[in-house]
């Protein structure tokens, strides 16, 4: 079972205005489960989005990149469309080390969306999850698309969440809302994955949409600085996948005033509510972790730039060593420890690291100091933190300001019985 | 049980004129086990070590540095001796992260044994290795010395190697021998280690000993080179531990005229020779890999750059998903394309990689090429390859004339069991 993510109550999805979802089942991988989802725009949404690195990416995340950069290009002068109509998702296969076949799947998937839609193809981004180097059954997922469209609604949002999941346990969604002056402003979002997670990016999709009214280049620069603070900011087992992509909306379909700069009115209580609603769907793909049984929380705090804070938290986070003692709720500090010292490996400016200057903290209980074990630590309570289902780690270099926090979980007999048995 | 790693013979170990080995159960750890090892080394052998590159690094391992330094700037110009006359190595406990005392331990360590041996304690190298963050056992350890002394013999390797294992259910040795001319040079090597197993360096100990006649510099760059093509080529679990050595000692006690220079005759036969049995036992590590269950070799070839190749070999040799499924014989390509592709996190040249350039390889059949599953692939023939123990895996970048051959396990619910338990 996920760890401590709370079940999603339907209603509590505020639907935002201009953004309605239809999902169909089409037998991807399996009968009788949601698989296909589509997304419709309203006119005049700017939409911003970034992508896995992954070199082997799959088609959609290409064509995705493509289609962002063809509306940019087309559209008018002064104004802030960016022309992206809708999203179609389906899950049970990746569409990725596909050669291009791969390609002409995805540009058929949205050729034939774009007819029933009567948009033109090149207004809707595809993404598929699921089984990497398998092509897509085009006949199935055709025959879903229709039955999608027809299924358009604005009231969706947890039937969305459900149809995006592959090896996830539980749909994940979240909403929330901020005021402009008087007017409300929603914030609505999805995402998926449980395994194949680690930041740029995991095997996860996360769709966040708002009827705030944002200019494309501002929402552009909004989104890649929450992906940093949230989907960057997760690993499960530190593989990265091919398909990974995370969207934001924004239709402007609200009362507030529009957001063209960030000293503008409500710039700020927007950026916060995107980041909480991304960082909320981002952790809950880590309490779904696959067979994650502890939420783990790293802070590494007092570091000389922000990528010697990343690195020691990730290597912590990663560490099949740290984990696998996290899943026995055995407090070995030595190995965490140890993942600190061998940072130096991925950041350079690490090597001159004095160990004997760190401070390591379990919750608020300082565990070790001066080169080792501090002389206060009672074994039995830091015992009694590991029993926890959520464990914080805080890191305490004392070499400068810059922090950073990354979210993992543990590693269990689950994750090698879900990843041995994946394919069978 | 260990991946085809023969059981070593002891008549086979050929004793190296001028080294003697001698062991004692001092019950550091656990009662009735071999636990200290004490290896004599005569005068005028040169001596070199690499260590682990872990800022958390063990007071022995800092220990060790000093007086290798110590004794080379002692040696009297001109000479060859390195001044090394004795290594002393516990298992059973790491004496790493143990701050000012595990400093004073090791020191002590050293003092107890120069005076039982009437050398100097600088002349020692101590090693330690087992669970780290606890404080060293002295008296323990200070009683088995005496005992491992009275036992010095010179055909005692085979012990020598059961005397320095931890987690490890083999022990692993390697011997073999080249001509010089007329003469016969002898090389004998043991070595430990089977998790937190990655490179500079794991929790690897290695010893190589020939009585070559080698100057002490030239040993030094021979050892690098040959760390960075064997024990550097491992890995188990991506973690790097606090206490790697690796260290080769040349006694000069062969008849074989001396080498000086890589020029010089024989230089090349030895080289090979020690390199042939450094990587015979960090194979050995990755064959006694905890919970492995396969022994997996990944070559690249056709990178721009020697760090392009080894970056993509540990990419896919850490990737928890591919190792997950080789432990469950699945030829899952897509993982290993994945993991190719996000091997630019840690290699900004491979950041303009053609994925659709490259092949893939399970043993000679070709899986993968021009960005998807090869056409003439079936899946019975890829896994007939994946139902065997040892797994060939190889990458074919087409851009450049640089290669490299990395040797890993796969991850197995003993791996979890193994280091969810360990404490306990």
Chains 1, 2 share one sequence.
Not at 197 to 211: K, R, S
Not at 382 to 400: C, F, K, S, Y
Request: net charge negative; with cysteine; glycine share 8%.
């Amino acid at each position: 079972m996920p760890v401590n993510l709370p079940e999603i109550i339907p209603a509590s999805l505020t639907p935002i205005q201009g953004i309605r979802l239809g999902w169909a089942e089409s037998n991807i991988k399996k009968p009788n489960r949601k698989d296909l989802l589509v997304i419709e725009i309203c006119d005049g949404s700017a939409v911003s989005g970034v992508f896995t690195q992954n070199r082997f990416c799959a088609a959609p995340v290409t064509l995705c990149k493509k289609h962002l950069d063809a509306v940019k290009k087309s559209d008018i002068a002064g104004t802030n469309v960016s022309g992206i109509k809708a999203l179609v998702i389906n899950t049970g296969n990746a569409n990725a080390g596909t050669g291009e076949q791969g390609m002409l799947d995805a540009l058929t998937t949205c050729q034939n969306l774009a007819e029933i839609m009567s948009i033109p193809a090149e207004s809707i981004l595809p993404f598929s999850t699921g089984v990497i180097l398998e092509h897509l059954p085009m006949d199935k997922l055709l025959t879903g698309l229709p039955l999608a469209v027809a299924n358009l609604t604005t009231d969706n949002w947890a039937d969305a969440a459900s149809a995006i999941m592959t090896t996830d346990i539980a749909p994940k969604a979240y909403a929330t809302n901020v005021k402009i002056g008087d007017h409300r402003v929603n914030i609505t979002g999805i995402s998926k994955g449980a395994g194949m997670i680690h930041p740029n990016m995991a095997t996860m999709l996360g769709y966040v949409a708002t009827d705030a009214n944002i200019t494309k280049s501002l929402l552009d620069s909004m989104t890649k600085k929450i992906a940093d603070l949230s989907f960057n900011c997760i690993s499960v087992d530190g593989d990265t996948s091919t398909n990974d992509s995370f969207i934001v909306i924004a239709t402007g379909k609200s009362d507030a005033t529009a957001i063209t700069t960030p000293n503008d009115e409500g710039y700020q209580e927007v950026f916060n509510a995107l980041l909480e609603t991304s960082q909320y769907l981002a952790k809950a793909i880590v309490r779904d972790g696959e067979g994650a049984t502890k939420f783990i929380t790293v802070t590494v705090k007092g570091a000389l730039t922000l990528d010697e804070a990343k690195t020691i938290g990730f290597s912590i986070g990663k560490s099949p060593l740290v984990k696998t003692a996290m899943f026995a709720s055995d407090p070995n500090l030595g190995r965490v420890l140890a993942a600190i010292g061998y940072a130096s490996r991925e950041c350079e400016s690490l090597a001159d690291l004095d160990t004997n200057q760190l401070e390591l903290y379990f919750g608020s209980l300082l565990v070790a100091e001066k080169g080792g074990r501090a002389a206060s630590y009672k074994e039995d309570e830091g015992q009694a933190i590991m029993n926890e289902a959520e464990i914080d780690i805080t890191v305490q270099l004392h070499r400068g300001n810059e922090e950073s926090t990354i979210w993992t979980c543990d590693f269990s007999y689950d994750y090698v019985k879900i990843n041995a048995e994946y394919r069978t």
